[in-house]
């Protein structure tokens, strides 16, 4: 068999892919777009009709919503829970903003929240930080770095804190054996 000049010059290798490629187009099986399987009769049947509105509380048809509460979780547990949530996710908001270069509005939250939360030292000390990285990107290096001592001072009534403190001196105890492990490893593995 002869080969054309064109595809002399051309590796069999490049050939043999694109021939591959080219099987897998001709057969419908190249790339993630699958259509769905159309609905049987029965299915079409159950679903509910376009004018009934779903309420946001129901369940999935196929049961994977997780339940949000429980409920052997007591009353207290749950609002703090919340809270914290809510927090959580002003705090994704604070960030995006950053990401997104809206320094006002990610500095006007941040403060919105601190000042919601002014008894929190762990919601100070994480506003605090998103504040010194939005006065860092203000290049204004005196607000940064109030931002940073007050988020040092947090730090430091946080550690004195009994609800984090447990967390705090297993941290502390899960670097010493870290370290001690590293030392132990580094005779064995060559390391200093």
């Not at 051309?10 to 609905?39: D, F, H, I, N, Y």
């Not at 320094?103 to 605090?128: C, H, K, W, Y």
């Not at 001592?149 to 403190?165: A, I, V, Y």
Request: a positive charge; charged letters at 30%; proline letters at 6%.
């Amino acid at each position: 068999m002869r080969v054309p000049s064109r595809l002399a010059a051309v590796p069999s290798l490049a050939l043999a892919a694109l021939g591959c490629v080219w099987l897998c187009l001709l057969s419908g099986t190249a790339g993630c777009r699958t259509s769905p399987a159309p609905k049987a009769a029965s299915e079409t049947a159950t679903t509910p009709d376009a004018g009934q509105v779903r309420k946001p509380s129901q369940r999935s048809p196929a049961g994977t919503a997780p339940e949000r509460f429980s409920s052997a979780e007591p009353a207290s547990e749950r609002t703090a829970r919340l809270r914290e949530e809510k927090i959580n996710a002003e705090l994704e908001r604070v960030s995006g903003m950053l990401r997104g270069s809206n320094f006002e509005g990610a500095l006007r939250v941040a403060e919105r929240i601190q000042a919601e939360n002014a008894a929190d030292p762990n919601v100070t000390m994480r506003t605090s930080y998103l504040k010194a990285m939005i006065y860092h990107r203000m290049n204004d290096a005196g607000r940064r770095k109030e931002a940073m001592n007050q988020m040092l001072k947090s730090m430091e009534t946080l550690q004195k804190d009994p609800r984090f403190r447990e967390a705090y001196e297993d941290g502390k105890a899960n670097a010493e054996l870290i370290k001690m492990s590293v030392d132990e490893a580094g005779k064995k593995y060559g390391a200093n």
